[in-house]
């Protein structure tokens, strides 16, 4: 596979957006498909910087009921870290005076970083845990969740545009009952369960330094980086250890990373669909976003309070550049000949005739 490209942007290009660590740190872990299970420290700096990450998360910061749901979280966290390794967390960390002090604990070198970072793990899953059952719970139809997950993803491509960010084509859809089928017989890794895109989203911006301010702008403002599924990411177009070094104010950042910028040299970025051309290009990945859902709360029997009031639902994202689309779309990599190639390896199986 050929080299992945490398945009060539300072900073000044994009005023509008703010490229910290942190923020640094979220497109990183969207282009690698790691997970924030292995992180060992966060970059926030204050408290307003967590309510918008806790907002991007569905939360209300200083909603009552947001707030004791996200207490709860912590409770059932440090239940577990202390049954499960008999050891107390450090006291801001067991008992801190505001929940949003975790967060700048972990950002901060100390001897309580690693437990808010452990604290902070524990609550992910549990949170995730929790969505997912009061998503079973619920009396509604999925596309009522669809409705309000496009409602949520036009809003931020509208507030995209907005911060400067280029975006030339835009396009949102639901995989029909036939497009399922033929990637369910298609290929033998695919589970009905696995089918991640039923819902999904495709970017196509004028150049690559505007997809990497696109997915800066997504991870403050429509899903939070945490809930990006791990493993489920391809990335042929950026070079993350390039641009960084490439630019005068990324690379003054370098040193702060978590990991060493090499690590994006020995790591596979790119798990191709066999379906797909040689030549073809993008940025792609699978988010569990979490989606507010206060207004469905009345139709849920023997609903409780601890089941809190965010669910999360399957979308994907795929981001290109306007040349890569260009290129996309011509030759090999033609759409139509994608399908043709499903469509051949579905009668194969099916005759049982495949040989690989």
Same mark, same amino acid.
């Given at each position: 596979?050929?080299?992945?490209?490398?945009?060539?942007?300072?900073l000044?290009?994009?005023?509008?957006?703010?490229f910290?660590?942190?923020?640094?740190?979220?497109?990183?872990?969207?282009?690698?498909?790691?997970?924030?299970?292995?992180?060992?420290?966060?970059?926030?700096?204050?408290?307003?910087?967590?309510?918008d990450?806790?907002?991007?998360?569905?939360?209300?910061p200083y909603?009552?009921v947001?707030?004791?749901?996200?207490?709860?979280?912590?409770?059932?966290?440090?239940?577990?870290?202390t049954?499960?390794?008999?050891?107390?967390?450090?006291?801001?960390?067991?008992?801190p005076?505001?929940?949003r002090d975790?967060?700048?604990?972990?950002?901060?070198?100390?001897?309580?970083?690693?437990?808010?970072?452990?604290?902070?793990?524990?609550?992910?899953?549990?949170h995730?845990?929790?969505?997912?059952?009061?998503?079973?719970?619920?009396?509604?139809?999925?596309?009522?969740?669809?409705?309000?997950?496009e409602?949520?993803v036009?809003?931020?491509?509208?507030?995209?545009?907005?911060?400067?960010?280029?975006?030339?084509e835009?396009?949102?859809?639901?995989?029909?009952?036939?497009?399922?089928?033929?990637?369910?017989?298609?290929?033998?890794?695919?589970?009905? /369960?696995?089918?991640? %895109?039923?819902?999904? *989203? !495709?970017?196509?911006? #004028?150049?690559?330094?505007?997809?990497? +301010?696109?997915? @800066?702008?997504?991870?403050?403002?429509?899903?939070?980086?945490?809930?990006?599924?791990?493993? /489920?990411?391809r990335? %042929?177009?950026?070079? *993350? !250890?390039?641009?960084? #070094?490439?630019?005068?104010?990324?690379? +003054?950042?370098? @040193?702060?990373?978590?990991?060493?910028?090499d690590r994006?040299?020995?790591?596979?970025?790119?798990?191709?669909?066999?379906?797909?051309?040689?030549?073809?290009?993008?940025?792609?990945?699978?988010v569990?976003?979490?989606?507010?859902?206060?207004?469905?709360?009345?139709?849920?029997?023997?609903?409780?309070?601890e089941?809190?009031?965010?669910?999360?639902?399957?979308v994907?994202?795929?981001?290109?550049?306007?040349?890569?689309?260009?290129?996309?779309?011509?030759g090999?990599?033609?759409?139509?000949?994608?399908?043709?190639?499903?469509?051949?390896?579905?009668?194969?199986?099916?005759?049982?005739?495949?040989?690989?």
């Amino acid at each position: 596979m050929a080299e992945p490209l490398v945009f060539q942007a300072t900073l000044a290009d994009l005023p509008a957006l703010s490229f910290g660590l942190q923020p640094l740190e979220q497109v990183r872990l969207i282009l690698s498909g790691e997970s924030v299970i292995d992180w060992r420290k966060m970059a926030f700096t204050r408290h307003s910087e967590v309510d918008d990450f806790l907002r991007v998360s569905g939360f209300e910061p200083y909603d009552p009921v947001d707030v004791a749901q996200i207490q709860s979280v912590h409770s059932r966290a440090l239940d577990y870290l202390t049954r499960t390794f008999d050891e107390k967390p450090h006291d801001g960390v067991a008992d801190p005076d505001d929940i949003r002090d975790l967060f700048l604990l972990a950002s901060q070198p100390g001897p309580a970083q690693r437990d808010a970072c452990r604290m902070l793990k524990v609550m992910h899953v549990i949170h995730h845990v929790d969505g997912r059952e009061l998503l079973f719970r619920m009396p509604v139809a999925l596309s009522d969740l669809f409705h309000k997950v496009e409602q949520r993803v036009f809003g931020a491509i509208d507030g995209m545009k907005a911060a400067g960010v280029r975006v030339v084509e835009f396009a949102g859809s639901r995989k029909t009952q036939d497009s399922i089928l033929t990637k369910l017989l298609a290929r033998r890794d695919s589970l009905a /369960a696995e089918v991640h %895109d039923k819902l999904r *989203f !495709r970017i196509v911006t #004028e150049d690559l330094g505007d997809t990497f +301010a696109a997915l @800066s702008h997504m991870a403050a403002h429509l899903f939070p980086f945490n809930y990006v599924v791990p493993g /489920a990411a391809r990335n %042929d177009l950026i070079d *993350f !250890r390039r641009t960084i #070094e490439g630019d005068p104010t990324f690379a +003054a950042l370098k @040193s702060l990373l978590q990991f060493p910028i090499d690590r994006e040299e020995i790591k596979d970025r790119n798990q191709a669909n066999i379906f797909s051309a040689k030549g073809f290009k993008m940025i792609n990945f699978v988010v569990d976003l979490p989606v507010r859902v206060e207004d469905l709360i009345p139709h849920i029997p023997d609903y409780r309070p601890e089941f809190g009031r965010i669910v999360f639902t399957l979308v994907e994202f795929q981001l290109m550049d306007r040349v890569t689309d260009e290129q996309n779309a011509s030759g090999d990599n033609r759409h139509s000949l994608y399908k043709a190639r499903q469509h051949k390896r579905v009668h194969e199986r099916l005759e049982g005739t495949s040989e690989d």
